[in-house]
């Protein structure tokens, strides 16, 4: 599990306290992965100068327990296990139901729901924070929000709670890749899942009064599909810096069997799809080519929950499957090039972020990076034909000085460009200025 640093002020406080209710898709606690690292770090900030009240589902009961430790940010915290047979049965179900998204029949549970509307009672909140869109629907149908969301109320005169949807990504998208890369019957339902989350998407946008993302390439791809789309905000991702960083203290694991041996790595949630799909690619196509040039090269798949198919990649020469792992910094310290080999991919790419603070060179794909501002060739190395990703690979492996230019300037860009404190300080400017008057 991932060690959390002392939370530190997340900039000057330029709002009076507010009483804020966040709906989390998944519990923030512990944050190791994509979605939960960005929740985490929202309520981390946020909580320095606000009251929050969190309702989060938690997918894997592991994370249950870690309750209190969101209560050292969170002034009430709730969590409700999701039973992911059930949801995936009630997900499937939906389809029945034309218009209803998939995802929000997965993520709909009703004591979540039961409880919102007791604390909507309970608290004039001056704000509600949702991440995930499938989280909008809690509040669609909250008795309590039912003048403000029809038609949407105006931000004034007291006018609360303000209704904020972090997007994240444009979920829809993904689906839409997702059918693209899938073969039937699945490309089927991930088509109508796109379709149908994308008019999801559009009808929180009309209804809350701010919607973030985090990139402004997801904020672009959104009015893309969606000409009406208003009062839009990115909201970029950061990384701890202190935490991620090359000069950090930990223990360090011996990654090398063989002296001069090169280490390559990939790391994830091995049980996401895009991440599996990556990585398998990565050793039919690139890995081969590779080691044509460097016989001896590991490659380290280090992620939570690897796939069957995953584990099968781990039958194969030189690739080695971690599965979980306690601390993810000493992969990176001991990796000579970390590879990001993602055709299918969507908003930030934290696994980037965290190489590159870690002054790691990293090779990736130009979907990987869309959401980030690094620049090819001096911060990254970008290719999406499998020979040229190998040959760039190779380059890094054979040639030391340019593995060291690429490393310091990916982490002096991480430490200009990707500060949670900085970052975070836009969502609060969305919050109201005075206090709930009703």
Same mark, same amino acid.
């Given at each position: 599990m991932?060690?959390?640093? &002392? ?17 989390a898709?998944r ?5 190791n992965?994509g ?5 985490? #770090? ?8 606000h ?13 249950l327990?870690?309750k =209190?430790?969101?209560?050292?940010y969170?002034?009430?915290v709730?969590?409700?296990g ?9 997900s ?13 029949s997965?993520?709909?549970?009703k004591r979540?729901?039961?409880?919102? #509307? ?22 669609f149908?909250?008795?309590m ?15 609360f ?9 444009v979920d829809s ?7 693209? #890369?899938?073969?039937f ?32 390439h ?8 969606n000409k009406?789309?208003?009062?839009? &905000?990115a ?6 810096h ?14 090398k ?41 590991l490659?380290?798949i280090?992620?939570s ?23 993810? =910094?000493?992969?990176? =310290? ?10 299918i ?13 870690m ?11 869309e ?12 290719e ?17 000085e ?7 300037n ?7 460009k990707?500060?949670?404190?900085t970052n975070?300080?836009?969502l609060e400017r ?9």
């Amino acid at each position: 599990m991932e060690k959390i640093s &002392t939370p530190k002020n997340c900039g000057q406080k330029i709002h009076p306290v507010m009483k804020i209710l966040y709906l989390a898709h998944r519990a923030p606690y512990p944050p190791n992965k994509g979605d939960k690292i960005r929740t985490f #770090n929202e309520i981390k900030c946020l909580s320095q100068n606000h009251e929050i009240d969190l309702l989060a589902l938690a997918d894997d009961p592991n994370d249950l327990p870690y309750k =209190r430790n969101l209560e050292n940010y969170c002034n009430r915290v709730k969590l409700f296990g999701l039973n992911i047979l059930k949801s995936k049965i009630y997900s499937l179900a939906g389809l029945a139901i034309r218009s209803r998204p998939l995802s929000v029949s997965y993520f709909y549970n009703k004591r979540l729901q039961t409880c919102l #509307n007791q604390w909507m009672t309970e608290k004039s909140y001056e704000a509600v924070i949702c991440f995930s869109s499938p989280m909008a629907e809690y509040l669609f149908r909250c008795p309590m929000l039912k003048e403000t969301l029809n038609p949407r109320k105006p931000i004034s005169n007291g006018a609360f709670p303000v209704l904020i949807m972090d997007f994240c990504d444009v979920d829809s998208q993904k689906w839409h890749q997702y059918a693209a #890369n899938s073969r039937f019957p699945l490309n089927l339902i991930y088509d109508v899942e796109s379709r149908r989350l994308l008019a999801y998407e559009k009808k929180i946008n009309r209804l809350f009064h701010h919607s973030i993302f985090v990139s402004t390439h997801e904020v672009e791809v959104f009015i893309d599909l969606n000409k009406q789309a208003q009062n839009l &905000t990115a909201v970029p991702n950061g990384v701890d810096h202190d935490y991620f960083s090359p000069d950090a203290q930990f223990e360090t694991i011996p990654l090398k069997e063989k002296e001069g041996q090169k280490v390559l790595i990939f790391t994830g949630a091995m049980d996401y799809y895009a991440n599996v799909e990556g990585v398998s690619w990565f050793c039919r196509k690139i890995l081969p080519r590779i080691r044509s040039e460097h016989p001896d090269v590991l490659f380290y798949i280090v992620g939570s929950n690897p796939s069957p198919e995953v584990k099968a990649l781990g039958n194969l020469q030189g690739v080695r499957v971690t599965g979980f792992v306690d601390d993810i =910094r000493p992969y990176y =310290r001991g990796a000579d090039v970390c590879v990001i080999p993602l055709r299918i991919a969507a908003g930030v790419q934290n696994k980037v972020l965290e190489a590159m603070a870690m002054a790691r060179p990293v090779v990736t794909t130009k979907k990987a990076l869309e959401g980030i501002k690094g620049i090819p060739d001096v911060h990254v190395l970008i290719e999406d034909d499998p020979k040229h990703f190998a040959d760039k690979v190779v380059q890094l492996l054979d040639k030391k000085e340019k593995e060291t230019a690429l490393a310091s300037n990916a982490r002096d860009f991480i430490l200009e460009k990707y500060n949670w404190q900085t970052n975070i300080a836009a969502l609060e400017r969305l919050l109201p200025l005075e206090p709930a008057t009703n």
